[in-house]
């Protein structure tokens, strides 16, 4: 089964506006991680943000937040107002249990920015 | 200052060919893995090294060996190469395997098998 589910193969943003991009994930264990990659055309994956399962809070790292519903277990990545430099594809990946070393990535969403 | 290298950025070869893959951090890292990138960007994670111990070996063909001679290193051997192994391999590491440790990639090595 599909530990993590993209749904948005594409989507397009005018700059300076925000975007959410979707992700919900397959677990049963109660201990789990989940990350946003960030790669460009260039090829190299960039680490975004990451969240806990037991973090209280969303996790914020500058113009990226992570809307993380535990109920729906769905981890959205917003960018807000967004740059051309945004246009890449964007990997939700999941690791769970405290002892699980891999990341399980989704399909990606192909972001790009129109000026 | 790379924080993850990998030789070569490109690798063109012809089927049944040996070919390997380095990667080098220097991150100080426990932690090192490699992934393969298929032509629809799936990633799927193929091998993990723990102080220089393999701690994940996922179902990837045994021409794949995967060697670790110290920490900061992580090669990839791959024997007899197919057609399908077309891709492109990330090594990447953390600075220990599990928790909430973020995983840094190298830039990739494209492989084309022709």
């Known amino acids: 089964a599909q530990k993590i589910t993209q749904t948005q193969p594409g989507m397009f943003v005018q700059e300076k506006e925000a975007v959410t991009l979707d992700c919900t994930y397959d677990?049963?264990?109660?201990?789990?991680?989940l990350f946003w990659y960030k790669q460009p055309s260039s090829g190299e994956m960039i680490f975004l943000i990451y969240q806990g399962s037991y973090d209280q809070q969303n996790a914020t790292e500058g113009r990226y937040s992570l809307n993380f519903q535990k109920a729906r277990k769905s981890a959205n990545l917003v960018i807000s107002a967004s740059q051309l430099g945004d246009s890449a594809m964007y990997f939700c990946a999941m690791r769970e249990g405290s002892n699980d070393y891999k990341l399980s990535f989704g399909a990606g969403t192909t972001v790009t920015v129109r000026a | 200052d790379t924080a993850v290298s990998q030789t070569p950025k490109y690798l063109v070869t012809q089927m049944g060919n040996d070919k390997s893959i380095k990667c080098e951090q220097n991150l100080g890292h426990d932690t090192m893995y490699w992934y393969k990138q298929d032509s629809k960007k799936f990633l799927k994670i193929m091998f993990s090294y723990n102080n220089k111990e393999l701690i994940i070996n996922e179902t990837v063909p045994n021409r794949f060996s995967p060697k670790s001679p110290d920490k900061a290193h992580l090669n990839l051997h791959i024997n007899s190469l197919e057609l399908g192994d077309s891709a492109v391999y990330f090594c990447a590491s953390s600075q220990e395997a599990g928790g909430q440790y973020e995983q840094y990639f190298g830039p990739g090595t494209r492989l084309t098998v022709t």
């Open positions: 677990t049963s264990d109660p201990s789990y991680g």
